[in-house]
Nanobody, 119 residues
Framework: VQLQASGGGLVQTGGFLRLSCAASGSIVRIRSMGWYRQAPGKQRELVATITSGGSTNYADSVKGRFTISRDNGWKTLYLQMNSLKPEDTAAYYC??????????????WGQGTQVTVSS
């Protein structure tokens, strides 16, 4: 199972970005997927998650500004980020709780994509 994140970049305060995470490999079922972020010197934190049933959960700091979504086939996960703030600057990671053949459900991580918001 591979998760490939993309879409990061440099943006000014108040701007927007859309992150994508493409899932590939031997996937039987995906229970949930999410976005996490880690700023320098800080622990990785949850940004948003979405379950197979479509339920979403957001960190308080991004509610009303970020939207998590996925395509129907779970091939791509998205994070629309609006009204970006300097404190949103971090490396963003996608995560999937995935059932692979013979392995049971496991957490998989994509590589980080850097988001930098200038003031």
């Amino acid at each position: 199972v591979q998760l490939q994140a993309s879409g990061g970049g440099l943006v000014q305060t108040g701007g927007f970005l859309r992150l994508s995470c493409a899932a590939s490999g031997s996937i039987v079922r995906i229970r949930s997927m999410g976005w996490y972020r880690q700023a320098p010197g800080k622990q990785r934190e949850l940004v948003a998650t979405i379950t197979s049933g479509g339920s979403t959960n957001y960190a308080d700091s991004v509610k009303g500004r970020f939207t998590i979504s996925r395509d129907n086939g779970w091939k791509t996960l998205y994070l629309q980020m609006n009204s970006l703030k300097p404190e949103d600057t971090a490396a963003y990671y996608c995560n999937g709780n995935v059932l692979a053949p013979g392995l049971g459900y496991r957490d998989y991580w994509g590589q980080g994509t850097q988001v930098t918001v200038s003031s």
